[in-house]
């Protein structure tokens, strides 16, 4: 039988798979073929020899007590009158004779190896392919069907190139190479599935690392890729080295470097950005060729208004918002642009917004409101909160007038304080939502006036509904969101509560499994309690007598 065995090495250096895979599946085989003679019931294993290749085929008959499998089990008694030495629980086992292999019993033989290699071919290809996940690699177009294309990337292995995931406009033919980018390994049912993509962020930054060596050394740093595919594209980069240009190494000679790029993504533009720590320096670069006048953080939000010229602002948006999309991706911030004007309109109107209220609030003048908005004041809270010392030093303000300012603060404080109350009463809003976090009396009331007279009202909401209801002067669309988000928090009380629950659960079990067992031997080293108990009771009665 050492052809078998030859056999077992042929297709196991064929198919690239051990060769005990193959052993086994012969083993299978055979037994398959070996329940079909004797029937499918009986609990029939087959065995192949490893190195002479001896095929031993055997029946297996438990021995119990009492019978629920007539084909595979034996009582004590029946098994004793064949072997008297059994105990129950053992098996007794039967030689069969060697199978005389039937066309029927081949074919099914046959079905069984070529699936069992082909699940090892599977499991293999998994094996090899899930660790990399991020890869480029190159293949040969096999076939491509409703614009998704399959790839022979080598070794049996086929990949995936789905029409999404390939530039537009881009067609391939059977035999062409390609090179794509391996963003997800799959087992799945028909076997592993390995997807490829040549419009991912991540696929320019791999030819990037192939076409410039100082990226692959590690001397420049590819910080954030964003692209919009097929059309254009922002790429930070940034030197370890202070005497190496990142931009000028990444566009190479005469362009060189970069045009390499281009061209294997289909004439894609790329605009190489010099990365900053200081975004707000980052923010500029990433939204050239445009010029930016200022830039104003909201670290809070991750929000920045960028400034530009007039002239500027089709060039910083871009066309159909293309470049300030891009850049926003890039620097991770959602970036708004303003042109000059706009900017100089708004901040005007919010000036003279925040000077009536505080004229209307303090009953001051108009040099007085002017004064405070200059200062930074935005909110008749921060007057009232903020220390007199501070407010003191306000150019032109002595103590009593702060003194002042800040008695009317309050006193106007109190004054919408009650009106909450009493609109509160008219319009039914309970506590919960006037006692929710970051929230204004006017937006309660506001809420209030909309049949919105809870927190989960509030919850329900979406941000856009928010925003619509409170008006977009008054809320921004992450505010809305923040606050709906601090609504819908007593939701997940609940599960929160019960998780803790689950793990004290947890660890008194481990408490308890790491108890010491109390044996005789240490038993009198243990005080019991009731004893204590009882001994403080006869003391304390004795010293009362």
């Keep these: 039988m050492t052809e078998l065995l030859q056999v077992a090495d042929a297709v196991a250096r064929e198919k690239n798979i051990d060769r005990e895979i193959v052993v086994e599946a012969l083993e299978e085989a055979i037994q398959k073929a070996g329940r079909s003679k004797y029937g499918h019931d009986h609990d029939i294993r087959a065995h192949i020899d490893r190195e002479s290749g001896d095929i031993d085929l055997k029946r297996y008959r438990e021995v119990v007590e009492e019978i629920e499998d007539e084909t595979n089990q034996l009582t004590l008694a029946e098994a004793q009158r064949i072997q008297k030495d059994v105990t129950v629980g053992e098996f007794l086992i039967d030689e069969l004779p060697p199978l005389d292999f039937g066309r029927i019993a081949a074919q099914t033989a046959k079905q069984v190896i070529v699936q069992k290699v082909r699940e090892a071919e599977r499991e293999q290809q998994f094996e090899e392919f899930k660790d990399r996940i991020g890869e480029m690699i190159n293949g040969?177009?096999?076939?491509?069907?409703?614009?998704?294309?399959t790839v022979d990337i080598g070794g049996r292995a086929e990949a995936l190139l789905r029409r999404d995931e390939a530039l537009p406009r881009e067609h391939f033919?059977?035999?062409?190479?390609?090179?794509?980018?391996?963003?997800?390994?799959?087992?799945?049912?028909?076997?592993?599935?390995?997807?490829?993509?040549?419009?991912?962020?991540?696929?320019?930054?791999?030819?990037?690392?192939?076409?410039?060596?100082?990226?692959?050394?590690?001397?420049?740093?590819?910080?954030?890729?964003?692209?919009?595919?097929?059309?254009?594209?922002?790429?930070?980069?940034?030197?370890?080295?202070?005497?190496?240009?990142?931009?000028?190494?990444c566009v190479g000679m005469r362009?060189?470097?970069?045009?390499?790029?281009?061209?294997?993504?289909?004439?894609?533009?790329?605009?190489?950005?010099?990365?900053?720590?200081?975004?707000?320096?980052?923010?500029?670069?990433?939204?050239?060729p445009a010029e930016v006048a200022k830039v104003v953080l909201?670290?809070?939000s991750k929000r920045m208004e960028v400034v530009v010229p007039d002239e500027q602002?089709?060039?910083?948006?871009?066309?159909?918002?293309?470049?300030?999309?891009?850049?926003?991706?890039?620097?991770?911030?959602?970036?708004?642009?303003?042109?000059?004007?706009?900017?100089?309109?708004?901040?005007?109107?919010?000036?003279?917004?925040?000077?009536?209220?505080?004229?209307?609030?303090?009953?001051?003048?108009?040099?007085?409101?002017?004064?405070?908005?200059?200062?930074?004041?935005?909110?008749?809270?921060?007057?009232?909160?903020?220390?007199?010392?501070?407010?003191?030093?306000?150019?032109?303000?002595?103590?009593?007038?702060?003194?002042?300012?800040?008695?009317?603060?309050?006193?106007?404080?109190?004054?919408?304080?009650?009106?909450?109350?009493k609109k509160q009463k008219e319009l039914k809003i309970k506590d919960d939502l006037v006692e929710l976090e970051g929230i204004s009396p006017h937006i309660i009331v506001k809420l209030g006036e909309n049949d919105i007279r809870n927190r989960d009202d509030l919850a329900d909401l979406a941000t856009?509904?928010?925003?619509?209801?409170?008006?977009?002067?008054?809320?921004?669309?992450?505010?809305?969101?923040?606050?709906?988000?601090?609504?819908?928090?007593?939701?997940?009380?609940?599960?929160?509560?019960?998780?803790?629950?689950?793990?004290?659960?947890?660890?008194?079990?481990?408490?308890e499994q790491n108890i010491t067992e109390i044996t005789p031997e240490t038993?009198?080293?243990?005080?019991?309690?009731?004893?204590?108990?009882?001994?403080?009771?006869?003391?304390e009665a004795a010293g009362n007598a």
């Design 140 to 149: 040969a177009v096999k076939r491509v069907e409703y614009g998704n294309t």
């Design 313 to 421: 602002l089709s060039l910083a948006i871009g066309r159909r918002g293309q470049n300030v999309r891009l850049a926003s991706i890039l620097t991770g911030w959602d970036i708004d642009i303003l042109t000059e004007e706009e900017e100089s309109n708004r901040r005007a109107e919010e000036f003279n917004k925040r000077s009536t209220l505080f004229i209307a609030a303090l009953d001051v003048d108009e040099m007085i409101a002017h004064l405070l908005v200059a200062e930074g004041f935005t909110t008749i809270e921060e007057i009232a909160e903020t220390a007199i010392e501070e407010l003191s030093h306000v150019e032109g303000f002595e103590e009593e007038i702060a003194m002042a300012l800040q008695e009317r603060a309050k006193l106007w404080l109190d004054e919408q304080q009650k009106e909450l109350d």
């Design 464 to 511: 856009d509904e928010l925003v619509e209801l409170l008006g977009a002067e008054t809320i921004t669309a992450p505010e809305a969101e923040k606050l709906i988000m601090v609504a819908r928090a007593h939701w997940f009380e609940g599960e929160d509560a019960q998780q803790e629950e689950q793990e004290k659960s947890e660890e008194d079990s481990a408490d």
């Design 523 to 539: 038993a009198e080293t243990v005080e019991d309690p009731a004893a204590i108990a009882e001994e403080e009771i006869k003391t």
């Design 173 to 249: 033919k059977n035999g062409e190479r390609v090179r794509a980018f391996i963003y997800d390994v799959r087992q799945e049912q028909r076997g592993p599935q390995i997807f490829l993509s040549r419009c991912r962020p991540e696929f320019m930054g791999k030819l990037f690392t192939q076409e410039v060596p100082e990226i692959y050394d590690g001397i420049i740093e590819i910080k954030s890729v964003a692209r919009d595919p097929g059309s254009r594209a922002k790429i930070a980069v940034y030197s370890n080295d202070g005497s190496i240009d990142p931009v000028g190494a």
């Design 298 to 300: 909201d670290e809070v």
């Design 255 to 288: 362009g060189s470097r970069v045009q390499a790029v281009v061209n294997e993504l289909q004439g894609e533009k790329i605009d190489i950005v010099p990365w900053s720590e200081d975004i707000a320096s980052f923010a500029v670069n990433a939204l050239s």
